[in-house]
């Protein structure tokens, strides 16, 4: 945000390119320290789960508030350049706030890694042959999904000629996962992590398979539809990969994984944005790029969900939580104060 207050218009772009790479590869190293910090203040068992569902529900309407609030400052602001300084003074008073809270959490006692050097850490996952089976599959179904849903935005702008209802679509997609947050979220208390990945996938494939109500159905009502389920399972999603390395992971290594995970989910997820755009660049029909391609590949995420994912899954705790850490004293007390202990 602060790009066109620094730089000049000339270099705006490749000064955007660089800072974003620099922000995503921070992030992704931030979100592995954070997410295993994080998840060490929720109650671990069954009901870590709605605790996740909760707070990444508050996390995706704040993105609606801040959705909000960029609008109104770009309609109401006397230049683009002012518009841009609140956004940037309000992003600053944010990140204060935040650092102040992170400051304030208790330390919780640490629990090093068994492993006594990098290379052996970094491994461990790869070593568990239960995680290594299930991530090699969730991730292949990842670049199948990427591979549908990185071309939603283009089918709707260049191809429905719908641009003017995105902002509208990204609005009802954000609402949907606040409430699939807290829905998925209430479900992992009742099932393990691992038996809930294939409705999520399944949902993703019902998601693809409606573009192609586009046949019969107004544009508008498709789409909404079509957000509306896509929100609601890509919450599932994100709240399945955070449970199902909170559930597979020792506390010990649990860095280590999440590492894992965005690594290789990431690299796959990657390559399915140019598998899509190579699939959208063939010749042919104008209804298979309006809703053939994503109905072809919703058709395989449902058949791959209820055919393959349930075995590969499997896992030899016949779906039962793993018992809570009483280790944590953040679990202790919350299982004294719901009188489970």
């Not at 770009?74 to 518009?83: E, G, I, L, P, V």
């Not at 935040?98 to 461990?124: A, Y």
């Not at 919450?235 to 290594?253: D, Q, R, T």
Request: aromatic share 12%.
């Amino acid at each position: 945000m602060s790009i066109p207050l620094l730089f000049p218009p000339s270099i705006g772009r490749p000064v955007y390119a660089i800072l974003f790479i620099v922000v995503a590869l921070g992030a992704t190293l931030y979100n592995i320290f954070f997410l295993s910090l994080h998840y060490d203040y929720v109650p671990q068992g069954k009901d870590g789960g709605r605790y996740v569902g909760k707070r990444s529900t508050f996390q995706r309407l704040a993105g609606v508030g801040v959705l909000g609030i960029t609008a109104i400052a770009f309609q109401f602001a006397s230049s683009d350049r002012t518009a841009y300084l609140i956004l940037v003074l309000i992003g600053l008073a944010l990140f204060i706030v935040d650092m102040f809270f992170q400051w304030k959490m208790p330390d919780l006692p640490l629990k090093p890694s068994g492993e006594t050097d990098i290379r052996g850490m970094i491994s461990v996952p790869f070593r568990d042959r239960y995680f290594r089976r299930s991530l090699t599959y969730l991730s292949v179904m990842l670049l199948i999904q990427i591979a549908a849903t990185s071309m939603f935005g283009y089918v709707i702008t260049n191809i429905l000629g719908l641009e003017p209802l995105s902002i509208w679509l990204v609005l009802v997609q954000l609402l949907s996962m606040a409430g699939g947050f807290q829905v998925w979220g209430h479900l992992s208390t009742l099932h393990h992590a691992r038996s809930l990945w294939s409705p999520v996938h399944f949902c993703m494939g019902i998601t693809c398979l409606s573009w192609a109500l586009l046949a019969f159905l107004s544009p508008v009502v498709v789409l909404v539809w079509v957000h509306l389920l896509f929100g609601f399972t890509v919450g599932g999603f994100a709240l399945l990969a955070k449970l199902f390395v909170i559930e597979e992971a020792p506390h010990s290594e649990r860095p280590a994984y999440f590492g894992a995970f965005s690594l290789v989910t990431g690299i796959l997820g990657f390559c399915g944005a140019p598998i899509g755009g190579a699939l959208f660049s063939l010749n042919g029909p104008k209804w298979v790029q309006e809703w053939g391609i994503f109905a072809m590949i919703g058709l395989v995420l449902m058949l791959l969900a209820l055919l393959v994912g349930r075995s590969i899954l499997h896992h030899s705790m016949g779906g039962k939580h793993r018992p809570a850490n009483l280790n944590n004293p953040i679990t202790v007390s919350y299982l004294i104060r719901n009188n489970q202990v």
